[in-house]
T-cell receptor, first 114, second 113 residues
Framework: KQEVTQIPAALSVPEGENLVLNCSFT??????LQWFRQDPGKGLTSLLL?????REQTSGRLNASLDKSSGRSTLYIAASQPGDSATYLC?????????????FGSGTKLNVKP | ETGVTQTPRHLVMGMTNKKSLKCEQH?????MYWYKQSAKKPLELMFV???????ENNSVPSRFSPECPNSSHLFLHLHTLQPEDSALYLC????????????FGPGTRLTVL
């Protein structure tokens, strides 16, 4: 069974800092990997999706990388803002299923201080 | 109303009660999902429906009973729950069961006394 680990569990940084969130997974046979943001009372929002054949994806101040062979992904947030405060979840979709069967990490709770 | 909605947003129930959670999507999607998010545990996939047919039952106890009467509505019927079932229950939808992008509802916070 795929296991997904996120480090750190919580992170507090001053506004303006660049930061990196880490995600590791145990089985490299993946279809894709996705980063989500979870705000209290608002469910999950997809941020970036990386297919297994890709190395990275970028959206605005966010950049996600994927190293499938080593079972790692990172989410880079540039010039952090208080509005970035949320829990960030990494989810892996394993290969071999014809439907969305995501395995999620426990998340990194980010607090960006003004 | 747009997106994925869930009702109720909060629910407190005793172990002998029967209650239902409701999810509705206004996106014209064909696949819907139930997830459970417990404190200090990763989000877990419970059920997947594609075109109103269940395609995944992820070893969920029978005290949780899903129902998908049409592609826009998904229910989770609860019966004889345990305190450890207290969690945030999230519903999601996607265009098709194999489509990567899922849209999530805000969740129902369930407390079992």
């Amino acid at each position: 069974k795929q296991e997904v680990t996120q480090i750190p569990a919580a992170l507090s940084v001053p506004e303006g800092e660049n930061l990196v969130l880490n995600c590791s997974f145990t089985d490299s046979a993946i279809y894709n990997l996705q980063w989500f943001r979870q705000d209290p009372g608002k469910g999950l929002t997809s941020l970036l999706l990386i297919q297994s054949s890709q190395r990275e994806q970028t959206s605005g101040r966010l950049n996600a990388s994927l190293d499938k062979s080593s079972g790692r992904s990172t989410l880079y947030i540039a010039a952090s803002q208080p509005g970035d405060s949320a829990t960030y979840l990494c989810a892996v979709r394993p290969a071999g299923y014809n439907f969305n069967k995501f395995y999620f990490g426990s998340g990194t709770k980010l607090n960006v201080k003004p | 109303e747009t997106g994925v909605t869930q009702t109720p947003r909060h629910l407190v129930m005793g172990m002998t009660n029967k209650k239902s959670l409701k999810c509705e999507q206004h996106l014209g999607h064909n696949a819907m999902y139930w997830y459970k998010q417990s404190a200090k545990k990763p989000l877990e996939l419970m059920f997947v429906y594609s075109l109103e047919e269940r395609v995944e039952n992820n070893s969920v106890p029978s005290r949780f009973s899903p129902e998908c009467p049409n592609s826009s509505h998904l229910f989770l019927h609860l019966h004889t729950l345990q305190p450890e079932d207290s969690a945030l229950y999230l519903c999601a939808s996607s265009q098709d069961a194999g489509t990567d992008t899922q849209y999530f509802g805000p969740g129902t916070r369930l407390t079992v006394l």
